[in-house]
């Protein structure tokens, strides 16, 4: 097993009022040892769980985790929209 597995999701949930998103995704991976981690996902990093889930491929390396996923805070989250701004996503 890589180190990371895509478990459930990913699902939509609506924002808090105070935050400027409208909603956001988030997912739950299990690591090697089955410890059980729910992160939030930019629109890129959703895309790229969408199109391994297509690939039956849902493994991620510990650098595309980090890559692709956020802890679960939503100032976390609002920071890596703001750093992904611009990359086509």
Known sequence: M???TL??????????AASPLV??????FATEDGERLTRY????GLAEIIRRQG?????????EFERWTVP?????LEARYDA?????A
Not at 7 to 16: K, L, S, T
Not at 55 to 63: H, K, L, N, P, V
């Open 23 to 28: 909603g956001y995704h988030h997912a739950v």
């Open 55 to 63: 690939a039956d491929a849902a493994t991620f390396s510990i650098e």
């Open 84 to 88: 992904e701004a611009g990359q086509g």
């Open 72 to 76: 679960p805070d939503m100032e976390a």
């Open 7 to 16: 478990v459930e999701g990913p699902e939509h949930a609506r924002a808090p």
């Open 41 to 44: 996902l930019t629109d890129m």
């Open 2 to 4: 890589a180190p990371y």
